[in-house]
């Protein structure tokens, strides 16, 4: 199973390398800011949904008050004064980024957590970036280079492998009575 995270590591590296290495910058640093909290938080959404009936749907809405919260705070002055030129296009695009990128994205990805297991949810939102790449050459034009091909392909057999290898410690688990018992969506 880490190996094949590590694999994935590699496939996302090349991935978004897209038509090749550039200097580290900002911009990257936040991407991994944000990656590293959202593994923390599919990790704490395990930990509080495992063997419990936890309500989904007011567990999302504590993250996404918390989260507005802050980022509320944190654009202060600067969020109040730009508001009021917002076009009906800058709110459509708020809404569809608050609804179809957060909102219905953390349900998603607690509902997962809470019906499998966090390694499988895991594995499914490691894929993410794939996703991106695909609508982004699709529907964005984006164009991306040798590498990029190479690093959808290498996440591809990372994901491939990492399930495989998620599904055989769960069969070693159950057949050895391991003390992390499997879980399955016939779960409350």
């Known amino acids: 199973?880490?190996?094949?995270?590590?694999?994935?590591?590699?496939?996302i590296t090349l991935l978004v390398s897209g038509q090749g290495f550039a200097e580290f910058n900002l911009g990257d640093g936040l991407m991994l800011v944000a990656a590293a909290t959202?593994?923390?938080?599919?990790?704490?959404?395990a930990r509080f949904t495992v063997g419990r009936n936890a309500d989904v749907l007011g567990l999302t809405t504590v993250e996404i008050l918390f989260g507005a919260v802050?980022?509320?705070?944190?654009?202060?002055?600067?969020?109040?004064?730009?508001?009021?030129?917002?076009s009906v296009g800058n709110w459509l695009a708020i809404a569809f980024l608050c609804l179809g990128c957060t909102i219905f994205?953390?349900?998603?990805?607690?509902?997962?957590?809470?019906?499998?297991?966090?390694?499988?949810?895991?594995?499914?939102?490691g894929t993410e970036p794939g996703w991106a790449l695909l609508v982004g050459?699709?529907?964005?034009?984006?164009?991306?280079?040798?590498?990029?091909y190479l690093?959808?392909?290498?996440?591809?057999?990372?994901?491939?492998?990492?399930?495989?290898?998620?599904?055989?410690?769960?069969?070693?688990?159950?057949?050895?009575?391991?003390?992390?018992p499997a879980r399955t969506s016939q779960q409350p």
């Open 1 to 11: 199973m880490i190996a094949s995270i590590l694999l994935a590591l590699i496939g």
């Open 38 to 45: 959202r593994a923390l938080l599919g990790v704490a959404e």
């Open 70 to 86: 802050i980022f509320a705070v944190w654009g202060g002055s600067s969020l109040l004064e730009h508001i009021p030129g917002f």
């Open 105 to 125: 994205a953390f349900l998603g990805q607690l509902w997962a957590t809470k019906h499998t297991s966090a390694s499988r949810a895991g594995i499914l939102l």
């Open 137 to 148: 050459v699709l529907l964005g034009g984006d164009r991306i280079g040798t590498l990029g």
């Open 151 to 180: 690093g959808a392909a290498v996440l591809l057999v990372a994901t491939w492998w990492g399930a495989r290898a998620e599904q055989r410690w769960r069969g070693n688990s159950a057949g050895a009575g391991a003390a992390w």
